[in-house]
């Protein structure tokens, strides 16, 4: 399995802009599908968002599109999340994970999971 480690989770007003990375451990990490989940305060774990491993394929949940954009660099072992327009419903634990399954959005597939950031969105 590889090790992953999020970070760039913070406060910031609605409307704001924040950019999450997730580090990875390992030389495998082109192998693996990578995707961001969320969790809100009383709810389940949701999808954000997934990369294929070349980077060619993306995926979002409705609730992002057209907000969030993701993205990797496998030469830096580095998946992002750039978050625009937030608002205070984006308000959650964020975490990176990782799976060799093409099943992208499904939550169940992932193996590896960081041990998440926090994002605050304030109204």
């Known amino acids: 399995q590889v090790q992953l480690v999020e970070s760039g989770g913070g406060l910031v007003q609605a409307g704001g802009s924040l950019r999450l990375s997730c580090a990875a451990s390992g030389r495998t990490f082109s192998t693996y599908y990578m995707g961001w989940f969320r969790q809100a305060p009383g709810q389940g774990r949701e999808f954000v968002a997934a990369?294929?491993?070349?980077?060619?394929?993306?995926y979002y949940a409705d609730s992002v599109k057209g907000r969030f954009t993701i993205s990797r660099d496998n030469a830096k072992n580095t998946m992002y999340l750039q978050m625009n327009s937030l608002k205070p419903e984006d308000t959650a634990i964020y975490y990176c994970a990782a799976t060799r399954a093409a099943l992208p959005t499904l939550r169940s597939a992932y193996n590896s999971w960081g041990q998440g950031t926090q994002v605050t969105v304030s109204s």
């Open positions: 990369i294929s491993w070349s980077g060619g394929s993306t």
